[in-house]
Structure formats: C-alpha cells, structure tokens
C-alpha cells in the first residue's frame, strides 16, 4: 500500500492562493487525488486526475479556482488553489485510487494525514 504524505497547507486570506503537495512513497500507477472534510461534514470530493494526466475531474465548487495536477517521475501530485474563500476551509486529504481513473465516487487505496487549509474572511 502506498504511503501519502501531504504538505503546503496553511493560513491565507479570501482571494489569496496556496499549493498542496502529496509525495507518494512509491510509483502510484492509479489515478490520484484531492478531497477535503470541514468541521461537522463529511469528507468531499475536490478533484481528481487519472494515471496518464487526463480525464481530470472537479467539484462544482472549485472549477475554475483548482487545478490539479501530477508528476509521475517524482510520484506527487499537486493542487493549485487560487480566489480562496472561506468556505474552503477544511482538511485536504490526498487519495490513491484503486484504478487508473478517478472522480467522486471511485474506489480509493490510500490515504493521506490531511494538511489543514484555512482562509479567512
């Protein structure tokens, strides 16, 4: 099972960006990616990439604002968050899916620690 590790997470204010990293142990030849959990919810769907760097799917809610994307020859996968709003605040989670395309509903393998995200009004 492979290991994630996740980092870049932190404290920015409404409009501002960051950029989560997830470094796998090894060689994650499955889709990867992002979902985040609030207090008191449940854990979302953010966005997802398959193994060739296609098929990339998004939430409603951050279309247009994340984009998600994948190094292979250095096993990561990233997020780029930009126009941050307060309801963005949450824990991001890194995810390996089990297959080679991913999106909301898909199996998962692994999972990250999460790196919390907080943006302020």
């Known amino acids: 099972q492979v290991q994630l590790v996740e980092s870049g997470g932190g404290l920015v204010q409404a409009g501002g960006s960051l950029r989560l990293s997830c470094a796998a142990s090894?060689?994650?030849?499955?889709?990867m990616g992002w979902f985040r959990q609030a207090p008191g919810k449940e854990r979302e769907f953010v966005a997802s990439?398959?193994?060739?760097?296609?098929?990339?799917y998004y939430a409603d809610s951050v279309k247009g604002r994340f984009t998600i994307s994948r190094d292979n020859a250095k096993n990561m996968v990233n997020l780029q968050m930009n126009s941050l709003k307060p309801e963005d605040t949450a824990v991001y989670f890194c995810a390996a899916y089990k297959f080679l395309t991913g999106g909301p509903d898909r199996p998962i393998g692994s999972w990250g620690q999460g790196t919390q995200v907080t943006v302020s009004s």
């Open positions: 090894g060689r994650t030849l499955s889709a």
């Open positions: 990439i398959g193994w060739n760097d296609v098929n990339t």
